[in-house]
């Protein structure tokens, strides 16, 4: 084992070793052989523990060493030291999900909450006890990289914008914009003029300040000189299904959503008077934790809890 030289008088990790070993051996030699390295090594060693201590280390008594009073009690906190690095090192890298408490934390809207998340906790089930997770309030997609880098959460759901492709990544699924409404919705069925679908009264989803879901319809629209008619605006895609089943209300809508709600609230689709391009949705995280064991080990559960979607 080759060591560099430690000429600043400091402790460190490969000193305190070099110290338990020569108390627990009292000798150069064998104490280099337990840490399987050369006696001229162990000399220096004990040359710069000499020096940083102010003490022998090692003193004579009859024909043979012995470890002196300080060294003997240096080495029970040298030993407290070296375990609790071990530990500090081992927690850092190893990672046992069956066993660890570890708490993961997400930015997702309620929508896609709602899609995979109960998919996620199923997945998990009861293998992994001391795994728990936690969802908070959507930020906007430029927003994904701060709190991401700031540690305020580890992973984010959502659309990444061209911009954070420098983010890492991975693809969950792909969904499109569909309008939602109560099967008996007289425009169930219709083929509507831009206008007309404008005309129709919009449940609109802001699930933040900065963007609103089925901005490309928005958009076409805009194109016409046409805007929605917001009769009801809201941040959660959860409250539109419930306001459809009894109103005349319409709402722009993940497919996935109204395929999953689409029997207890009895929804259909109203035809967009456009062509929509789907949508992808990712998993981002941050570099930093690129290479984390427990991140690693999220991620693949993640992926393995959507493959049925």
């Given at each position: 084992?080759?060591?560099?030289?430690?000429?600043?008088g400091?402790l460190n990790f490969y000193?305190?070793?070099?110290?338990?070993?020569l108390?627990?051996?009292?000798?150069?030699?064998?104490?280099?052989?337990?840490l399987s390295?050369s006696?001229p090594a162990?000399?220096?060693?004990?040359?710069?523990?000499?020096?940083?201590?102010a003490?022998?280390?090692?003193?004579?008594?009859?024909g043979?060493?012995?470890?002196?009073?300080?060294a003997t009690?240096l080495?029970e906190?040298?030993?407290r030291?070296?375990?609790e690095m071990?530990?500090m090192?081992?927690?850092?890298?190893?990672?046992?999900?069956?066993?660890?408490h570890?708490?993961?934390r997400?930015?997702?809207?309620?929508?896609?909450e709602c899609?995979?998340?109960?998919?996620?906790?199923q997945h998990?089930?009861t293998r992994?006890?001391?795994?728990?997770?936690?969802?908070?309030?959507?930020?906007h997609?430029?927003?994904f990289?701060?709190?991401?880098e700031?540690?305020?959460v580890d992973?984010?759901v959502?659309?990444?914008?061209?911009?954070l492709r420098?983010?890492r990544?991975?693809?969950l699924f792909?969904?499109?914009?569909?309008c939602?409404?109560?099967?008996?919705?007289w425009?169930?069925?219709?083929?509507?003029s831009?206008?007309?679908?404008?005309?129709?009264?919009?449940?609109v989803?802001v699930?933040?300040?900065?963007?609103r879901?089925g901005?490309?319809?928005?958009e076409a629209?805009?194109a016409e000189?046409?805007?929605?008619?917001?009769?009801f605006?809201?941040p959660?895609?959860?409250t539109a299904p419930?306001l459809?089943?009894?109103?005349?209300?319409?709402?722009?809508?993940?497919?996935?959503?109204?395929v999953?709600f689409?029997?207890?609230y009895?929804?259909?689709?109203?035809?967009?008077p456009?062509?929509?391009?789907p949508?992808?949705?990712y998993?981002?995280?941050?570099d930093r934790t690129q290479?984390?064991?427990?991140?690693i080990w999220f991620r693949?559960?993640?992926g393995?809890?959507l493959?049925?979607?």
């Open positions: 084992m080759h060591q560099k030289r430690n000429d600043s400091e000193l305190l070793k070099c110290l338990v070993a108390v627990d051996h009292a000798h150069v030699s064998r104490a280099a052989e337990a390295i006696q162990m000399s220096r060693a004990i040359a710069q523990l000499r020096q940083v201590t003490d022998p280390i090692l003193g004579k008594s009859g043979h060493l012995i470890a002196t009073a300080k009690q080495r906190s040298a030993e030291i070296l375990k071990s530990e090192l081992g927690s850092a890298v190893a990672f046992d999900p069956h066993s660890t570890y708490l993961f997400m930015v997702a809207t309620d929508y896609l899609l995979f998340m109960d998919r996620l906790v998990m089930g992994f006890p001391g795994i728990a997770m936690s969802v908070q309030h959507p930020v997609p430029s927003q990289n701060r709190v991401l700031a540690g305020e992973f984010c959502g659309q990444l914008p061209p911009s420098e983010l990544h991975r693809l792909r969904d499109r914009v569909v939602a409404a109560r099967a008996s919705h425009a169930v069925g219709k083929t509507l831009p206008a007309e679908f404008a005309a129709l009264e919009h449940v989803i699930p933040n300040t900065m963007n879901f901005e490309s319809v928005d629209l805009g000189g046409l805007q929605r008619n917001r009769r605006v809201t959660n895609y959860l419930h459809l089943e009894n109103t005349d209300m319409v709402a722009l809508l993940p497919e996935s959503l109204v999953r689409r029997e207890r009895g929804l259909a689709e109203v035809a967009l456009m062509a929509v391009a949508f992808e949705v998993i981002s995280w941050h290479r984390h064991a427990a991140h693949e559960q993640v393995k809890s493959e049925v979607l």
